[in-house]
């Protein structure tokens, strides 16, 4: 069995993030650190039962993480991720090594689009409410908003426009992405589920993590998560694509709701694997 899942307000939580719900961190296990100093967190129930579910799945960690941003994370710098999949499956990392093949497809599909990168994050950049680049990588840009300024009726005009020509751009709270159309975790997900000739269950928050448990055969997400909110937004998704089903979702919100999740997963697991 394949064990997929997002990262950030999925797996972990950050300090800030839990400071906004009012959740306060005691007991909490802390699972990123930057500058030495703890910045993201799980319940410790929770982090028992991922490491279990490591030794007993095909582990792939999906997230809209550059490989160094992603690693800072004590359950992915141990090399105990079979797959790390990065920038929403622009890059595929297996046993930390780099998938050539995934590379070249992915390479092939964005020296295909009619508009490059530049070109397209330079329309993006003149969005009310875009604030700076916040960072550039080879095929994807992210850009800090200001919430209070950021219009919907132009960013839904560039969206469309730019997805004619093979682009998403997608907000998510205070930074917008612009990355390939036709990349994205679900298409990453199925690479690696042929590859590994075995099915998947899934769990993730997100708009970008639809795709990723559509390829599953069983979803989760966390109560409260961005899916459970907006899930059934029709405007947040192209036009070919559907909107989220079939989702299970847990009682409880946050660091709960994933010691909710990945207690059941483990109770799956171990009915599957006996």
Same mark, same amino acid.
């Given at each position: ?81 079979? $797959? ?8 595929? $990392? ?57 219009? !919907?009726?132009? $960013? ?20 917008? $992405? ?53 899930? !059934? ?42």
């Amino acid at each position: 069995m394949i064990l997929a899942a997002d990262l950030d307000d999925t797996l972990i939580f950050s300090t800030r993030r839990l400071a906004a719900a009012g959740v306060a961190r005691d007991g909490a296990a802390p699972v990123e650190y930057k500058d030495g100093e703890p910045v993201a967190f799980m319940t410790a129930p929770a982090l028992a039962a991922l490491l279990l579910l490591r030794r007993n799945t095909v582990f792939v960690l999906s997230t809209l993480r550059g490989e160094e941003q992603a690693r800072r994370v004590v359950f992915i710098r141990d090399g105990g991720c079979r $797959y790390l999949c990065c920038q929403n499956g622009l890059y595929i $990392y297996r046993d930390g090594a780099a998938d050539a093949v995934w590379a070249e497809r992915v390479a092939r599909t964005v020296a295909a689009l009619p508009l490059n990168l530049a070109a397209a994050a330079a329309r993006a950049s003149e969005l009310p409410g875009v604030m700076r680049l916040f960072r550039r990588y080879e095929h994807m840009a992210v850009f800090a908003v200001e919430a209070a300024e950021f219009a !919907a009726a132009p $960013y839904l005009a560039l969206r469309g426009e730019l997805a004619r020509r093979g682009w998403r751009l997608q907000r998510q709270r205070r930074k917008l $992405y612009l990355l390939p159309l036709d990349i994205d975790k679900g298409k990453a997900l199925l690479y690696i589920r042929e590859r590994e000739g075995k099915e998947a269950v899934g769990l993730g928050d997100s708009y970008f993590d639809w795709p990723l448990l559509a390829a599953c055969r069983r979803r989760f997400s966390p109560a409260g998560s961005s899916l459970a909110a907006a899930g !059934a937004a029709a405007w947040e998704f192209q036009p070919d694509e559907a909107a989220p089903e079939g989702i299970e979702f847990s009682r409880q919100p946050l660091m709960a709701g994933t010691e909710e999740i990945l207690l059941r997963l483990c109770e799956i697991i171990s009915i599957q694997t006996r």
